[in-house]
């Protein structure tokens, strides 16, 4: 690294440096969810600080981590011996047009901050689960949150970008300007550039009716078939996931946990929807009740030094439905298995074209994903019982939802892409990125 570029660095850069030995240096070396000694954390808090950020791991040739949230299973918020531009800075939120409910977002956001900010104007946008998640990390490669089905994922929120690219430049993105960066960044993860503010279209929302029901073990296998089967015609407004085999709770002997939310006010339409889903066993508990849309987000643990969370996800057709469910609900009865969860997707989500965004999988009925978590000895010690799960799935799934990916080869790039969409973001990469300088993601080489 010449000096003459961390000299530059600290005449253009108006944010906090932050290097090995400062008092700030170990939290903020860290992500929420990966360990990380970077030569440099920059905090920007301006565009211009991004943009010299930007100039700087270009000239170093040192690589570069963009952290939104820096909730991203496979850690790509941190790194060793490299740079990290934490947007934390750029987390404004703002209504700027309250007639078309257009909301403009910073980049270093957090769905939380977003949820409490537009609660006074009555708006809300289809987020995440979690307080704490950043909106550039989840947004960039989807959004599957509790109004789903209802708005779609939250990347069909956005109606435009600002963006800092490889070079440094600063541009906007939308339909008409720079079309084909928006589409890239639609599904394209952190490929193709820095997003330093988003501008979504907001919808008008009420109170939901929120939260979860509880059935034995026993009875995983008819509860995930009637719930899937009752997804298929249930409202909309319903968006629904299930969890069970939670090592946390019993393991195998753990509760399966049925979460709903009922995108409306209406109790009589909200039983409606919901109590289809208090038939499918024997309720151990039921806490669903009328709240504020913000009081949904759950906030997101972090887990403690040396614990990781390994994800691994996939998407599941109609017609693979039931014989996915029927292995999922095997494996939750076995010891040692991994935490299973189930969501709908489908409604809104599969009535945008394939070809319209870079986020590709829009016939999905299902997503379902496994996680892991132990210090790294463990998880490698469980990865072959692991492997054998996904190799029994294998036949009856396809792709991955690159939110819920701790894996970064080739391979799994190849599932969150397919190749026709891999292809195009290539194109995009090779016009905003030919260097690669955003090689922190799911990798699109150019």
Do not use: C
């Not at 009420?206 to 995930?224: E, K, N, Y």
């Amino acid at each position: 690294m010449s000096n003459s570029a961390l000299h530059t660095l600290r005449r253009d850069f108006g944010g906090a440096l932050i290097e090995p030995g400062a008092d700030a240096y170990p939290a903020a070396s860290r992500s929420a969810l990966a360990e990380g000694s970077p030569a440099f954390v920059l905090r920007p808090g301006t565009v211009d600080d991004v943009r010299a950020g930007v100039r700087f791991a270009a000239a170093t040739g040192l690589f570069l981590s963009v952290r939104g949230g820096g909730h991203g299973f496979a850690g790509f918020a941190t790194n060793d011996g490299g740079i990290v531009l934490d947007l934390g800075g750029l987390a404004d939120v703002t209504v700027i047009d309250a007639e078309r409910h257009l909301v403009r977002v910073g980049g270093g956001a957090t769905w939380g901050r977003v949820a409490d900010a537009l609660a006074p104007h009555g708006l809300a946008l289809s987020s995440g689960d979690t307080r704490e998640v950043g909106v550039g990390g989840l947004t960039l490669s989807g959004g599957i949150g509790w109004k789903v089905r209802k708005y779609g994922l939250t990347l069909d929120s956005m109606v435009a970008a600002e963006v800092v690219t490889a070079a440094g430049e600063f541009v906007r993105a939308s339909a008409t300007e720079h079309p084909e960066l928006f589409w890239a960044l639609r599904g394209g993860g952190g490929n193709v550039g820095i997003v330093t503010a988003f501008e979504f279209a907001a919808h008008r929302t009420t109170d939901v009716f929120h939260g979860a029901l509880t059935f034995p073990a026993a009875q995983a296998s008819a509860v995930l078939q009637g719930w899937a089967e009752h997804l298929r015609t249930a409202p909309e407004e319903l968006t629904s996931l299930v969890e069970f085999a939670n090592p946390f709770a019993g393991g195998p002997e753990a509760p399966v946990e049925v979460k709903v939310a009922f995108d409306g006010d209406d109790p009589e339409r909200a039983a409606a929807a919901i109590d289809p889903v208090r038939r499918l066993g024997t309720v151990l508990h039921d806490d669903v009740a009328l709240k504020p849309y913000a009081d949904t987000l759950a906030s997101a643990p972090t887990p403690p030094p040396g614990i990781r969370l390994l994800t691994r996800s996939a998407f599941v057709a109609k017609e693979s439905v039931a014989d996915v469910l029927r292995l999922l609900a095997e494996t939750g009865a076995s010891q040692g298995s991994p935490f299973l969860a189930v969501r709908a997707v489908g409604g809104a989500v599969s009535r945008v074209p394939a070809e319209a965004t870079a986020y590709a999988h829009r016939q999905a009925e299902l997503l379902v994903l496994t996680t892991s978590i132990g210090p790294e000895p463990a998880l490698a010690a469980a990865r072959p019982a692991l492997d054998a799960v996904w190799g029994r799935l294998a036949p009856h799934t396809t792709g991955a939802y690159a939110n819920f990916l701790a894996g970064t080869a080739e391979d799994d790039v190849a599932a969150v892409y397919p190749a026709g969409t891999y292809e195009r973001l290539a194109a995009v990469k090779r016009a905003y990125d030919p260097g690669n300088l955003f090689t922190g993601n799911h990798n699109v080489r150019p």
